[in-house]
């Protein structure tokens, strides 16, 4: 009998097509998916236009988290929309205020030994109690909720070996920081990272958590720890005994690749401006002034981590020139911090207390001022992310965030004494609406459609040649932030010709109406990047979007794994340049004639592209059903 570790546990016990053991395409089937609302809107609409009466997975949980605060009537309208679809099609709904859709959902819904697909990066959050979660598209997750399967390349498991214990002062987010400085951001496409080891046992849940939420930053599919003894306690703790499933790695259980971290010898980390993968020691940074410290997101918003943050900033005040605000990730942690004392802790010690949403870590609001240092214990430091171009944005753990907004500069936290796992959390479920009706849906419930909410475009099938301009060039790491903007933008996503106004912001102002002028004229837009394009948010809208705009293909040195799974859904080819080095052979504007495209896609993907200083081979690796649905258009246009 073969002996297997987690991921593949759960794995094969959710197969419906492939073979793990190729190297090829498998399909899981989805017990649970999870949306947001700046992800959510599209992914219904999408889910509507399949023509399905309800939703055919065990749990659908549509959130509300991210656009909450923001001014005009469209985050409103999508607001609606949401509720009212999640009242007719049997999805379950959360409120605005109710808390960060992965904190939630680890606290109230996820089960060990389970499949999740959400509509976000950082679902892997679930891998902190023994689940495969992974994030993806929109549209993934419309197909998933539909009964369909999600397909991903079969994967490779790497076991990342936790021994020792944490020092204090160093906690869970340098235990991330550890592996992002081994592993980078780039070149893990593939892969699952399952922890193991006897270091495992001494994390608690949250702190799993923290470390399977920012693996989405190395790029893999998804992280996972085994569901033991601690996953059963914070279960029980939750009141959701019953969900409890033991998976843990067989005896002897084989692993593509190891790595051990020592976890006595780890010291405070940070990632430095402008990368998760950029690690310097805090120890590094000391004495650098820092302008802004804020605290919570989906990463670092458990009970534990705020009140660790109340226990460091008890009886003290931080800094005049430090402005601090406190995100919790869930009304669950708001109350437990209140009943204990430490949400006035907080308040006493100069902290603004922050509404239970993404907030500062898309950029939506607390952007800092021009230069500033920022410290924050979020997961993403990308260039601008925070609202504010020129700030430098470092991340960190709890500890070293409270300690540096006492001191009013970087430095490593002393520590302080462990908060022990709650026997008991106050479980308050009341902004969960329609649990009562999911999976089944009210009939006749009407779907509620302000101005904002747009119809979904549909690609058109690919043509056998493509005379095509190179609409821009970008150089290496371009994260979805870059391509669509989130912040002050992020209120158009259920608008696709409003937002598409916005492709490329950062980078070129003038990419949307340069594309609109290559349509009508009948040529193809052409985007070239380098390494590891399309890092960062699933939205799928960085393919959606430029679809609309009359992209054709992306060219490449590397794509990341759930951007390139958008650009396939949405008939746009995903090819690599076959010599990384032809990248210079091409300038923005250029003329390229991609002939024969249609049928490359459909053989071996394998192309020769013409351009002005001669011409270069790039290839795309597709299984049948990805060249299907780019022969199509996409995935709608294959329906």
């Avoid at 509300?64 to 009242?87: P, R």
Wanted: with cysteine; proline share 4%; glycine share 10%.
């Amino acid at each position: 009998m073969k002996r297997m570790n987690v991921a593949q546990k759960i794995i094969s016990a959710h197969l419906v097509e492939g073979d793990p053991a190729k190297d090829a395409e498998i399909g899981i089937r989805i017990d649970q998916t999870l949306t947001q609302d700046a992800t959510g809107t599209m992914a219904y609409l999408q889910f509507e236009s399949m023509g399905v009466s309800h939703v055919k997975n065990d749990l659908a949980v549509s959130y509300v988290d991210h656009n909450t605060v923001q001014i005009g009537f469209e985050n409103a309208d999508d607001h609606d929309f949401l509720a009212s679809v999640a009242k007719k099609f049997g999805i379950v709904y959360s409120k605005a205020g109710n808390g960060i859709c992965h904190q939630l959902h680890l606290e109230r819904f996820g089960k060990p030994g389970t499949t999740l697909l959400g509509s976000d990066s950082h679902t892997p959050t679930g891998g902190g109690i023994g689940q495969i979660a992974i994030g993806a598209g929109g549209i993934d997750i419309a197909v998933a909720m539909a009964g369909g399967a999600f397909h991903i390349p079969s994967p490779k498991v790497r076991a990342i070996r936790l021994k020792g214990r944490l020092r204090r002062g160093v906690s869970a987010k340098d235990i991330i920081l550890k592996v992002l400085e081994k592993f980078g951001t780039k070149g893990n496409v593939g892969w699952i990272f399952e922890y193991t080891g006897p270091g495992v046992a001494a994390l608690d849940v949250p702190s799993r958590a923290t470390i399977t939420n920012m693996g989405a930053e190395l790029g893999v599919t998804t992280s996972v720890f085994p569901s033991d003894d601690v996953t059963r306690q914070f279960l029980a703790a939750q009141g959701r005994a019953r969900d409890f499933v033991r998976v843990e790695a067989d005896e002897g259980a084989v692993y593509d690749d190891e790595f051990t971290v020592d976890l006595s010898k780890l010291e405070p980390l940070a990632a430095a401006p402008h990368s998760p993968g950029n690690i310097v020691t805090v120890a590094s940074m000391k004495g650098l002034k820092v302008n802004q410290v804020m605290i919570g997101s989906c990463t670092n918003s458990s009970y534990r981590d705020i009140r660790t943050v109340a226990q460091i900033l008890k009886g003290k005040h931080v800094a005049d020139d430090v402005e601090v605000g406190i995100a919790c990730g869930s009304r669950q942690v708001v109350n437990m911090l209140a009943a204990d004392g430490s949400l006035a802790v907080l308040i006493k010690a100069g902290c603004r207390i922050l509404e239970n949403a993404c907030g500062f870590c898309i950029g939506a609001h607390m952007s800092p001022s021009t230069n500033a240092v920022s410290l924050r214990t979020n997961n993403r430091n990308f260039e601008g992310r925070s609202g504010t171009k020129s700030a430098q944005v470092y991340l960190v753990s709890p500890e070293t965030a409270a300690a540096s907004a006492l001191a009013g500069e970087f430095v490593a936290s002393k520590g302080t004494a462990a908060v022990p796992a709650p026997k008991k959390f106050p479980v308050d479920d009341a902004m969960f609406l329609y649990r009562e009706t999911a999976g089944k849906g009210v009939k006749g419930a009407k779907i509620v459609r302000g101005p904002n909410i747009a119809t979904v475009p549909k690609g058109e099938p690919l043509a056998n040649d493509l005379k095509g301009v190179a609409a821009i060039k970008v150089g290496d790491k371009i994260t979805t932030d870059h391509i669509m903007p989130a912040g002050a933008r992020l209120k158009f996503r259920s608008n696709v010709p409003e937002y598409s106004k916005y492709v490329f912001e950062p980078c070129d102002p003038t990419f949307h109406d340069r594309c609109l002028k290559n349509r009508e004229s009948g040529l193809a837009n052409v985007i070239i990047a380098g390494e590891s394009y399309g890092q960062g948010s699933s939205r799928e809208h960085a393919a959606l979007c430029p679809m609309y705009l009359g992209v054709k293909a992306v060219i490449a040195k590397s794509i990341e794994r759930i951007h390139r799974a958008n650009l396939i859904n949405f008939g746009i080819v995903p090819f690599e340049f076959e010599n990384p080095a032809d990248y210079e052979k091409v300038e923005a504007g250029d003329t390229l004639e991609l002939k024969g495209v249609r049928s490359a896609v459909a053989g071996d993907g394998r192309l020769v592209v013409k351009c002005a200083k001669g011409s270069f081979a790039v290839r795309t690796r597709l299984s049948g059903r990805e060249k299907h649905l780019v022969l199509c258009g996409g995935l709608l246009a294959s329906l």
